[in-house]
């Protein structure tokens, strides 16, 4: 299934406690202090159903160190009005919608392939799976929603999104200060622990593979995995 291309993916790092940790080294790990933003190439946007492409740029075992292609299952917020310095009280209203999403990440080229920025890593064609979208009004609270992350069948991912950093409203707040987020723009609001890269030892995505990311009262969305070229 094809998906629209939204104006924008604006996406949130280390914004559940424990993702940030499982990451980090742990001499050096704090919390953030202020939300971590970083953009994916709306052109990377594919919809429930289709496949997760992994082209040859991102198969790295001839690299150090050698990195996969990583699950990350995510709320998806999508805005329904142009939106500039909104107060946190008031970020509901310029929500049209929420979704489930799968922020997609090749690990090296995340890391390592682009100087320090994430983009690279995460903008490759069909690395933002996005679910189909479910009107705000059918949601009751932002901050208490049951994310799961599913891989072949097993879950790899779980928690409330109640565990956040920083609040959907928060972010909101925050990222439209002095910006105009565009209409149709799409937050991705972090992921919490449990990603490939995490485990001990790593687990990434391979050709065959099915993930699926559920949020209860959303949807569920599901993609297989296929190695292209």
């Known amino acids: 299934m094809t998906a629209s291309r939204p104006p924008a993916i604006l996406c949130i ?16 790990f704090k919390l953030p202090e202020r939300p971590v933003l970083f953009f994916k190439n709306p052109a990377s946007v594919i919809g429930n159903g289709a496949a997760i492409e992994l082209p040859p ?3 790295t075992d001839d690299r150090d160190p050698p990195m996969g ?33 799968n922020d997609v990440s090749q690990r090296w080229w995340q890391w390592h392939g682009s100087g320090g920025q994430w983009c690279r890593g995460k903008s490759f064609d069909t690395f933002c799976p996005l679910g189909e979208p479910t009107p705000i009004s059918a949601i009751d609270d932002l901050q208490d929603l049951l994310l ?16 956040m950093i920083f609040s959907v409203a928060r972010l909101i707040s925050e990222l439209s200060q ?8 799409v937050i991705l609001t972090g992921t919490p622990a449990g990603v490939g890269a995490g485990r001990k030892p790593p687990r990434f995505m391979r050709d065959g593979d099915v993930v699926e990311v559920e949020i209860s009262g959303v949807d569920c969305l599901s993609n297989p995995v296929r190695n292209r070229g």
């Open 13 to 28: 790092g280390k914004n559940y406690a424990d993702h940030a940790a499982e990451l980090a080294d742990p001499g050096t």
């Open 57 to 59: 740029v991102v198969h």
């Open 69 to 101: 292609v990583d699950y990350e299952g995510e709320l998806a917020v999508i805005l329904g009005c142009d939106a500039r310095d909104v107060p946190e009280a008031q970020a509901r209203e310029v929500i049209a919608a929420v979704a489930c999403a």
């Open 148 to 163: 799961t992350t599913r891989l072949n069948g097993e879950v790899v991912q779980q928690a409330s999104t109640s565990t």
């Open 178 to 185: 002095g910006t105009t987020l565009l209409a149709g723009s």
